[in-house]
């Protein structure tokens, strides 16, 4: 077993690493510094988006990487994620900010995944926006695109749209134990498309959890290495988020332990539906 994250083979025949770092709510300030030493212990993959106002930090953290051993540091190693907020979609303006998202990672030259960050707009917007995301990968600006916090109705819009030539190759919206989706995994596995789950460790509301704290000392882990670990042996490629640089470390020693199926079982709560974050734009049917 590997200790450090392996590639996912998307639908495109590309490869994303399947843990990630999340910057959501990451300073701009502070998120320089936290994805240069996240590189510094294992990680590859970044997931940034125009909300967070980030992406020209997580950038230069790279950027610092990259130029610190450029023998051995190499951009095509590093997987980057943005996502178009839902005032810059719509055709024209989803081409103009990402080209404004393109200048402020300056240096690397190009997005190995940009996602529509929620489908709270309407339909016709929401294709004009895979119209031109379509074009950004013609283009080569950007390597793969997929959707976040879409519902079955959402993606069926793209699948079933007489103007798709590009598939969505990830959908990644909130999953945790107490948030199984299993409707929306179930549509994107048989269509292949990948599951990223955001928000894994729940913003911590679970990591006291008596059902969590109990298997995590019998694998001699801590709280939030068995949530990250869960979403692993799920299936999903998963995005814990810290602003600790000392969190780093634990976040990603999640690939030396396996958790039994029993113990998966007395975690996963189908029949319940915890929403942590403060939305959930998967429940929007504009």
């Known amino acids: 077993m590997s200790n450090l994250p392996q590639p996912r083979k998307l639908n495109n025949g590309r490869e994303i690493p399947e843990l990630g770092l999340g910057f959501w709510m990451t300073p701009e300030s502070k998120s320089s510094d936290i994805a240069y030493n996240a590189l510094k212990v294992g990680y590859r993959h970044f997931d940034s988006a125009q909300w967070y106002m980030n992406e020209k930090g997580v950038a230069k953290g790279i950027l610092r990487w990259l130029k610190e051993d450029p ?7 590093v997987f980057l994620t943005t996502k178009i907020k839902e005032p810059n979609q719509g055709y024209e303006n989803t081409k103009r900010s990402l080209k404004e998202s393109l200048e402020k ?15 709270q707009t309407n339909k016709a917007t929401r294709l004009e926006t895979w119209k031109a995301l379509q074009e950004a990968v013609e283009e080569g600006t950007v390597k793969s695109i997929g959707v976040s916090n879409y ?13 798709m030539t590009i598939k969505p190759v990830i959908n990644q919206v909130e999953i945790n134990p107490w948030l199984t989706r299993q409707e929306i995994v179930n549509f994107c596995h048989n269509n292949d498309i990948e599951v990223e789950a955001y928000s894994p460790l729940t913003r911590g509301k679970k990591l006291n959890d008596p059902t969590i704290v109990k298997i995590a000392k019998k694998y001699g882990k801590e709280p939030a290495q068995i949530l990250i670990r869960w979403s692993l042996q799920k299936g999903f490629i998963v995005l814990p988020k810290t602003t600790h640089t000392e969190r780093l470390q ?3 020693d999640v690939f030396d332990f396996t958790i039994s199926d029993e113990d998966i079982a007395s975690m996963t709560h189908d029949d319940e539906y915890q929403v942590f974050c403060s939305w959930d734009p998967t429940t929007y049917r504009g």
């Open 105 to 119: 990672i300056k240096g690397l030259g190009y997005f190995d995944l940009v996602l529509i960050h929620s489908p």
């Open 250 to 252: 634990s976040n990603i």
């Open 71 to 77: 023998r051995n540091n190499k951009r095509k190693d």
């Open 151 to 163: 519902a079955v109705v959402h993606i069926q819009e793209i699948l079933k749209w007489e103007g």
